[in-house]
T-cell receptor
Framework: DAGVIQSPRHEVTEMGQEVTLRCKPI?????LFWYRQTMMRGLELLIY????????DSGMPEDRFSAKMPNASFSTLKIQPSEPRDSAVYFC????????????FGPGTRLTVT | GQQLNQSPQSMFIQEGEDVSMNCTSS?????WLWYKQDPGEGPVLLIA?????ELTSNGRLTAQFGTTRKDSFLNISASIPSDVGIYFC????????????FGQGTRLTINP
């Protein structure tokens, strides 16, 4: 079975540009999580969805960040406008209701904002 | 808020040695998980623990859910080069919480 799929794997953009990261969760998983990983702060949860509905976005750093999940097989994380401090690796993870805590991560998108 | 303290932060060992790392919390968790992250990849789930005192193995890996529910341990026996990476512990407060709290990671380096 395919795991969590993320695209692009690498993104380099200039400050002020809009960035869209994409995620396809594992089929049948009804929870989707977006994380950010940096050396300084480790893995931080940004937002998570249940059945396509955003449940907790308290980790979203500011209004420049937004996330959507239009259907069960697709989610986006958008940064507009991007800033150099947004440079990080962004992970998407998914899990199914019956599995306590067992989140499965995608390969990540390495974002560099210059 | 809930925090996990993972130690050691890094380990440098010889191939074939056993490895031990642990994670402690100021709060009780009802689920503990251990992940491994290779360079350029996402964390991969190694072991999940659901019950205080539980001891679970996955090949050469063994993890335990501490009896106080505030700690967990991961052991790797007879390390091999592919064990190199960063190991993360994660805890979940309860089934309704959904969120995972992650430790800072233990970076394992193996000298051949």
């Amino acid at each position: 079975d395919a795991g969590v799929i993320q695209s692009p794997r690498h993104e380099v953009t200039e400050m002020g540009q809009e960035v869209t990261l994409r995620c396809k969760p594992i089929s049948g998983h009804d929870y989707l999580f977006w994380y950010r990983q940096t050396m300084m702060r480790g893995l931080e949860l940004l937002i998570y969805f249940n059945n396509n509905v955003p449940i907790d976005d308290s980790g979203m750093p500011e209004d420049r960040f937004s996330a959507k999940m239009p259907n069960a097989s697709f989610s986006t994380l958008k940064i507009q406008p991007s800033e150099p401090r947004d440079s990080a690796v962004y992970f998407c993870a998914s899990r199914t209701t019956g599995a306590w805590g067992e989140q499965y991560f995608g390969p990540g998108t390495r974002l560099t904002v210059t | 808020g809930q925090q996990l303290n993972q130690s050691p932060q890094s380990m440098f060992i010889q191939e074939g040695e056993d490895v031990s790392m642990n994670c402690t919390s100021s709060s009780i968790f009802n689920t503990w998980l251990w992940y491994k992250q290779d360079p350029g990849e996402g964390p991969v789930l190694l072991i999940a623990l659901y019950k205080a005192g539980e001891l679970t193995s996955n090949g050469r890996l063994t993890a335990q859910f501490g009896t106080t529910r505030k700690d967990s341990f991961l052991n790797i026996s007879a390390s091999i080069p592919s064990d190199v990476g960063i190991y993360f512990c994660a805890g979940q407060w309860n089934q309704g919480a959904q969120k995972l709290v992650f430790g800072q990671g233990t970076r394992l380096t193996i000298n051949p």
